[in-house]
Every structure is written in structure tokens, then in C-alpha cells.
């Protein structure tokens, strides 16, 4: 079997990227690449295609150094060039499970669960009031989610925002809020809180302190990604739980951060971090130090399912991310439907990816169209 074409797609209003691979035996694979400036079109950049046509799409992880070989040759293969990578290397493995006749949780090494545990990330209330907070963490774990996420992101202040401080009104609001929030939930759901890198450690360390005895799942991204030192002397100071890793690609990405134990829970993002092979070899990396797996994940059905082949796969996964409840493109986009029940995700039994895209409804919903579809 040979690589005959790559083809991408963007879709609208969730800048969501797929790609298309197909073979000259008529199996077509499909994947999903993390968003950003471009991917769609690093996707099918001439260099990526020279690495993969031709080319027997179930060597995957070849094929996956062979993209990176091409791209570090011109001095980049991070950022939108690994996001590109991993949406390619996802759409080799529907293509190597299909090829196979098994799930690509099969060639992971097998799966540890059948069902793939989500939580919601609910952003914040439709109010500043604490009540609608609440109101909006009760309505999710009614619909069935027994883990929930909210930001506590810089409410807009006078305060320079470029020193990465916290009015203390902010402090004492999410203090509050969460505060509601949790005693509002089932004492077993789950509640992590997401801080999105912009605080200082002295500040954060306010607001980790406070939460201390909220048990909450995590806090998630207390300050900037590029300083492991930093992170970890944060994650030493607090009895709150620190999640990170939604910045990070590759496992070389994760070696610091991992080895230093930096953080006490991962959340990579296959969709941008390398891809699946990549992912379980970032659980494994994990593993060695008992820290859980929760991957980040933003994607549209196509990736979201991609992950949960991980997830089944990594014996430390502890709990994937869903971002679009309540959004029609994401239950539409694939032939299949329905795919969150009461929380979670069945895992995929079907040769390869286990869902097929739903071409009609893409199409109604393409921006940009680089030989997707034709
Ligand atoms: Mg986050």
C-alpha cells in the first residue's frame, strides 16, 4: 500500500483542521490537527508531501521522523509544523488499523477501559454572580459529567497586566466562587480549575493556598510554560494539585517537566504534541513518576476519538478533555452520532479511527479547502 495523496480542511467557526490521507489500495485515513496559524496549509506543504508519497503509510512512526527530518531541515518542527505532523501521523494510523483490521487502541498495545471518562470545560459562569457559576456546574453534572472544569482567568482590571499580578478583589472573588462552585457539586465529581499562565508565583500561590482544602481535581497552567524551575518550586509550595502540558510537543517537550516532577497531574495535546505513538510514549514517560494522564484536548470529533485511542491505551489516563458541549458541528461531523453518553466516550471497536467524517456536513462547513475533498 503507498501514500497516493494528502489533502486538508478548515473548517467554521471552530477553526477545526482535518486531513485526508489516501493509498493507491483505496483506503482513505483520516486525522485531526490541533489549530492554529496555518496548519492547515503546513499540512500539505510540499516538504511533508515529499516525505509521505509513495511512501506505505503503515510505517508510522518512519514516516513521523521522516516529517520531522524534512521540516527540522529547515529549521522549524515545532509549534503549527508538529500540530500538522500529529493531524498526518493520526490519519497513518486509521489507515494502519483499517490496513490491519483492528483499533488503533490494538496497536497502542491494547486497552486497559472501554469507556473514555471526560470532563467538561465549562469556562465560567454566564454571570460574574457566583450563583450563575453554580448554576452552570449543576446543569453539566445533571447532563451526566462527573468532572468539570473552570478558568479563573484576569477579570479586566486596572492592574498592569504585563506583571502578572492579582488584584486582591480577583483573589477574593474566586475564592468565592469556586468555593460555591464545589460545595454546589457531588463531593465525587471532580472540579479543576484552569489559571491560562498568567500569574506570577507569589500570586498564584494566594489563590493554591486558599483552594487547599476544596480538593479540587487540579490547578491547571498556575504561570508560564517555559520555566520547569519556576513550575515546580509552585507545585512544591501547595497542597492543590498542579496540572500542566498543553504547551509542550514531543516527549523531549515532556522530558523535563516529567523527570523534575513538575507537576503532579500531564495533559498533552496529541493533536499538536506528535500524535498518538508520540502520546503513549508521554504517558509511559509519566508513568515512570505515577503522574496521571488528562490530555488537553479542543479538537472536533475527529480528534477527540483519535485521543481516546491514547487514553485507552495509557495504563495512567485519568481524564479527557471535551470543549463543545451544546455545539451541532461537533455531534454532526461524524457518520456517527452520539458519541458522549453520560459522560464518556465507548471505546472505538471498529478497524482504525472507528468514526468516518460526515463529507456533506464538512463541506458545509469549510473555510478553507486545501484537496480535502477533491
Ligand atoms: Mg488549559
Known amino acids: 500500500m503507498k501514500i497516493t495523496s494528502i489533502g486538508a480542511v478548515l473548517l467554521t467557526p471552530f477553526p477545526w483542521v482535518l486531513i485526508k490521507v489516501r493509498t493507491d489500495e483505496g483506503l482513505v485515513g483520516i486525522g485531526e ?14 516538504r511533508l508531501i515529499r516525505a509521505l508519497i509513495g511512501q506505505d503509510p503503515r510505517n508510522v512512526d518512519k514516516l513521523f521522523r521522516d516529517m520531522q527530518r524534512r521540516m527540522s531541515a529547515s529549521g522549524f518542527y515545532q509549534g503549527a509544523v508538529m500540530s500538522a505532523i500529529s493531524g498526518i501521523e493520526m490519519a ?12 488503533i487502541w490494538q496497536l497502542l498495545g491494547g486497552k486497559f477501559r472501554d469507556r473514555i471518562r471526560l470532563y467538561n470545560d465549562c469556562h465560567a459562569g454566564d454571570g460574574d454572580d457566583p450563583a450563575s457559576w453554580v448554576a452552570k456546574a449543576v446543569e453539566v453534572e445533571a447532563r451526566g459529567f462527573d468532572a468539570l472544569k473552570f478558568d479563573i482567568d484576569p477579570r479586566p482590571s486596572t492592574r498592569d497586566p504585563y506583571n502578572r499580578g492579582i488584584r486582591n478583589k480577583d483573589i477574593a472573588y474566586y475564592i468565592e466562587v469556586v468555593r460555591a462552585v464545589r460545595q454546589a457539586l457531588d463531593p465525587d465529581t471532580d472540579l479543576a480549575i484552569d489559571a491560562h499562565w498568567y500569574y506570577a508565583p507569589a500570586d498564584i500561590l494566594k489563590v493554591a493556598y486558599a483552594f487547599e482544602g476544596l480538593n479540587l481535581l487540579w490547578l491547571e497552567d498556575p504561570i508560564p510554560p ?12 501547595t497542597r492543590t494539585p498542579i496540572c500542566t502540558g498543553e504547551n509542550f510537543y514531543t516527549r523531549f517537550g515532556f522530558r523535563q517537566l516529567i523527570e523534575s516532577q513538575a507537576a503532579d497531574i500531564i495533559s498533552p495535546d496529541f493533536a499538536k504534541a506528535g500524535g498518538l505513538l508520540e502520546g503513549r510514549r508521554i504517558a509511559d514517560l509519566a508513568d515512570m513518576y505515577y503522574i496521571p494522564l488528562s490530555p488537553h484536548n479542543i479538537c472536533g470529533p475527529v480528534g477527540t476519538i483519535a485521543a481516546c485511542h491514547v487514553c485507552a491505551a495509557a ?9 463543545h458541549l451544546d455545539n451541532e458541528l461537533w455531534n454532526t461531523l461524524t457518520v456517527e452520532r452520539d458519541l458522549i453518553q453520560g459522560g464518556h466516550i465507548a471505546v472505538p ?3 482504525g479511527l472507528g468514526v468516518s467524517v460526515d463529507e456533506e456536513v464538512a463541506r458545509r462547513a469549510t473555510r478553507e479547502d486545501l484537496g480535502f475533498f477533491s
Do not use: M
Not at 490537527?33 to 510540499?46: C, K
Not at 497513518?92 to 483499533?103: F, I, R, S
Not at 495504563?315 to 470543549?323: D, G, K, R, S
Open 33 to 46: 490537527a490541533y489549530h492554529g496559524a496555518g496548519v492547515h496549509q503546513i499540512a500539505v506543504d510540499e
Open 92 to 103: 497513518l494510523w486509521d489507515l494502519t488499523g483499517q490496513a490491519c483490521g483492528v483499533p
Open 226 to 237: 517555559e520555566n520547569i524551575d519556576a513550575l515546580a518550586k509552585v507545585k512544591a509550595a
Open 315 to 323: 495504563p495512567n489516563f485519568q481524564v479527557l478533555e471535551f470543549h
Open 349 to 351: 471497536t471498529r478497524p
